[in-house]
């Protein structure tokens, strides 16, 4: 299972499962985004797989993003005796169908995550259009604050703690760390 954000649930995907009769204690989960292919949940899943074994997903856009990584991903199982389900989807890689199925929902899946970019870039750039004194996102973090930032991380904070105790993201406290020499 995955989900992209904290905000979201793997709730209707682990009753999809649990229902498709995948055991509990077989199911992996992520909150992470699909475009990632390094994910600790799908590599336990992954290594936990044996000959003759099959990996049940949700639908086909949980387990990756790009075509090129589900093809790699499920050509690696298919090369282990590993088969994949799409339970969304219908399909299943034992079969020639299933396997064709699966290698269009891999292309589906990447054009529908590059069209998402596609439209947020062009919903950025009419914003600026519209609004070109306007500044697009957060706001610059002052030097003051910066300072504090640096503070704590060379007292050995963590970017998680630094991040609490600044109200900055976790992503900006990352970017000032970076400039950091630790």
């Known amino acids: 299972m995955r989900v992209s954000t904290t905000a979201q649930k793997h709730d209707l995907q682990r009753k999809a499962l649990l229902d ?5 204690g077989n199911i992996y989960q992520d909150t992470i985004s699909g475009a990632k292919t390094t994910r600790s949940g799908l ?7 044996r000959k003759g074994d099959t990996l049940v997903v949700w639908k086909i856009d949980r387990l990756g993003r ?13 090369d282990r005796d590993v088969n ?3 339970l969304t989807e219908n399909f299943d890689t034992s079969t020639p169908m299933g396997w064709a199925m699966f290698q269009f929902m891999g292309v589906f899946a990447e054009l529908e995550r590059n069209t998402i970019k596609e439209r947020v870039t062009a919903g950025i750039a ?3 259009e519209e609004h070109p004194h306007k500044q697009w996102g957060a706001p610059p973090i002052d030097k003051k604050t910066q300072a504090r930032v640096r503070r704590q991380l060379r007292e050995g904070k963590s970017i998680r703690q ?13 970017e000032i760390r970076k400039g950091l020499k630790l």
């Open 126 to 128: 009419a914003f600026r």
């Open 66 to 78: 790009t075509a090129s990584h589900l093809f790699d991903l499920v050509s690696q199982l298919k």
């Open 84 to 86: 994949f389900v799409s």
């Open 43 to 49: 590599n336990h899943c992954i290594n936990s797989l």
């Open 20 to 24: 498709a009769g995948v055991l509990p």
């Open 162 to 174: 630094v991040a609490a105790n600044t109200s900055i993201s976790k992503t900006k406290v990352g």
